[in-house]
């Protein structure tokens, strides 16, 4: 088992940056990929990015390409999102998602562990 615990989210002005973190405890000795997803009001999951265990190969998809990045610190256990320019439509609850194994994917389903999410306002 891996608790998620994510963290850094809240209310920010169009054009600012938020840098999300996902504490992992647990059986974090294990190896284990993370991905970012997020989820609108009356909208689906979506998601947002992904990183490999050991933090050599990372997704973010392609609409959010050049403002978010995604890192970890195995030594510390923690994932992040950093987002920088966000717009009014990044308003969403974010979550941090882990699954057995080196390689992300892309798909909510192929991830078992998540976290209560954190929100993210953008006004405008």
């Known amino acids: 088992q891996v608790q998620l615990v994510e963290s850094g989210g809240g209310l920010v002005q169009a054009g600012g940056s938020l840098r999300l973190s996902c504490a992992a405890s647990?059986?974090?000795?294990?190896?284990?990929?993370m991905g970012w997803f997020r989820q609108a009001p009356g909208k689906e999951r979506e998601f947002v990015g992904g990183?490999?265990?050991?933090?050599?190969?990372?997704y973010i998809s392609d609409s959010l390409k050049g403002r978010f990045t995604i890192a970890r610190d195995n030594a510390k256990n923690v994932g992040y999102l950093q987002m920088n320019s966000l717009k009014p439509e990044d308003t969403a609850v974010y979550y941090c998602?882990?699954?057995?194994?080196?390689?992300?994917?892309?798909?909510?389903?192929?991830?078992?562990?998540w976290g209560e999410g954190t929100q993210v306002t953008v006004s405008s």
């Open positions: 647990g059986r974090t000795y294990n190896a284990y990929a």
């Open positions: 998602a882990a699954r057995s194994g080196t390689i992300y994917r892309l798909t909510p389903r192929e991830y078992d562990y």
């Open positions: 990183i490999t265990w050991s933090g050599g190969s990372t």
